[in-house]
Nanobody
Framework: QVQLVESGGGLVQAGGSLRLSCAASGRYAMGWFRQSPGKEREFVAGISWGGGTTSYADSVKGRFTISRDDAKNTVYLQMNSLKPEDTAVYYC?????????????????WGQGTQVTVSS
């Protein structure tokens, strides 16, 4: 059974930074998604099994960076220049694909989510 545990969420002012962590029980291609009230879950960033391929939603390109530390089986999402519209519950997810797809349905395992709130 794959276990994913997120941490690092919180309250930050607009323009600030946060780093989310996702500790996994194994090594997988990983994605970060987010969901705010009344909206569908949306892809934020993904990183391949080997770490050589990353992808980002247009809304976060240039501000967010996904990375992984395979010695710790942990994936990170560094979020800079945060905006109020980044407020959401952030989820990490693991997939058996070699690269991280943008479709939530291609991920078989999900963390419990961590709240990120950006105040204006």
């Amino acid at each position: 059974q794959v276990q994913l545990v997120e941490s690092g969420g919180g309250l930050v002012q607009a323009g600030g930074s946060l780093r989310l962590s996702c500790a996994a029980s194994g090594r997988y291609a990983m994605g970060w998604f987010r969901q705010s009230p009344g909206k569908e879950r949306e892809f934020v960033a993904g990183i391949s099994w080997g770490g050589g391929t990353t992808s980002y939603a247009d809304s976060v390109k240039g501000r967010f960076t996904i990375s992984r530390d395979d010695a710790k089986n942990t994936v990170y999402l560094q979020m800079n220049s945060l905006k109020p519209e980044d407020t959401a519950v952030y989820y990490c997810a693991a997939t058996g694909y070699g690269v991280a797809p943008a479709l939530a349905g291609r991920y078989g395992y999900w963390g419990q989510g961590t709240q990120v709130t950006v105040s204006s």
